[in-house]
């Protein structure tokens, strides 16, 4: 049974800085290209970060500079540094394992309001 589970999230105001983490289980975790979402209220899901099997890395435009996305394929782990944070960058994240089209798993996601 595949698991991705994400931890991290929560209230911060902004300029603070959080790090999410996505502990993956029943996959190869190291064949898979990990990635970051976001989805604000009424708004679609986006891509934030991607890392790929190899440690590339790609970010949207408006994260880049402040997010920082990374994994460990000991611990089966992905996360994301945020720092920096603005209001706007509230909204729930979700991290995607991806093998090709057919194997392709989310977290159930976690909460980032960032607020004063």
């Known amino acids: 049974q595949v698991q991705l589970v994400e931890s991290g999230g929560g209230l911060v105001q902004p300029g603070g800085s959080l790090r999410l983490s996505c502990a993956a289980s029943g996959i190869a975790f190291s064949i898979y290209d990990m990635a970051w979402y976001r989805q604000a209220p009424g708004k679609q899901r986006e891509l934030v970060a991607v890392v790929s099997t190899r440690g590339s890395t790609s970010y949207a435009n408006s994260v880049k500079g402040r997010f920082t996305i990374s994994r460990d394929n000991a611990k089966n782990t992905v996360y994301l540094q945020m720092n920096s944070l603005k209001p706007e960058d509230t909204a729930v994240y979700y991290c995607?394992?991806?093998?090709?089209?057919?194997?392709?798993?989310w977290g159930q996601g976690t909460q980032v309001t960032v607020s004063s």
């Open positions: 995607n394992a991806r093998y090709t089209a057919i194997f392709d798993y």
